[in-house]
């Protein structure tokens, strides 16, 4: 198995991790702008120190970093931001599920992106891949009152697209920016874009929680316990996402990432003993096909 795919896996089993630590910190009494910022508050020296490593052991120096790569980072690191904030926000909504699905959508738009902004178009037989693997996320994203209209069209809805574009943006911000750092070794690629764009979005969102949520700071690193497993998940996680992104087209990274969506279902079955139902079954193969096509087209 490729390693793009071993580190897209892993990292999606990670960010499963993390949304659920991440919600629990809604519970505890922090803001959505102060969950957000759990993300990165601790990622950045465990990025750092993971560079400072490489260096070390490796041999390597630090490359310039132009400012296309700043452009990429800066662009990626600000929606990733923003979807974060929507998807948080989506757990106070009780069409929840709704919102979930639509950030799914992602996939697609993320295809998009890499031809436009990358010039890494995906192939015919790699767009089919894609679609069945968004069906297969729809089925498993369905509410438990079905697609009603009335309940589609709302506030979840909204959150969820913008989530999924946002997303698909960041995702593009990353792989520009990790094709722009001057080093074949794709880890070490990985961690020092890693490294730049946590610095980043934690200084962008000290300034936002300072300007617009006065205390929430306090409160966040008064709750540093709850809050140092989420920035180790999110660190973890997001160092197999840009491993991936150093390796392979983002559009197929995101595509196999979807592979979240089974271990929930399987969590629930293995863990919980909830017998999934028929649509589910149905679902979890369209998206296990699409992932297995995805591998063997890249």
Known sequence: MELWVIATIAAAAVQTIRFMLQKRLKGLGLSTGGATFSRFLFAVPLACAG???LMATRGYALPPLGPVFWGFAAAGGVAQIIATFCTVALFSERSFAVGIAFTKTETVQVALFSAVFLAEAVSGMGIVAILIGL??????????????????FNRA?????MAGALFGASAIGYRGATLEVANADPLFRALLTLA???AFQTFVMVLWLR??????LTRVL??????????????LGSLGWFTAFALQ?????????QVELIF?????????GEKPKPREVVGMGLLALSIILIVALA
Do not use: D, H, Q
């Not at 809805?157 to 697209?161: E, F, I, K, N």
């Not at 087209?249 to 990432?257: E, K, L, M, Q």
């Not at 929930?264 to 919980?272: A, D, E, N, T, Y």
């Open 51 to 53: 560079v400072a490593v």
């Open 135 to 152: 069906a297969g996320v729809l089925l498993l994203s369905r509410p438990p009152e079905g697609w009603v209209a009335g309940k589609i």
């Open 157 to 161: 809805t909204v959150l969820g697209l």
């Open 196 to 198: 730049c764009v946590t």
């Open 211 to 216: 300007w617009r949520e006065a205390g929430e």
């Open 222 to 235: 008064a709750a540093w316990r709850a809050v140092l497993p989420v920035g180790v998940t999110g660190v």
């Open 249 to 257: 087209n983002a559009a197929y990274v995101r595509s196999v990432g």
């Open 264 to 272: 929930s279902i399987l969590v629930s079955m293995l863990v919980f």
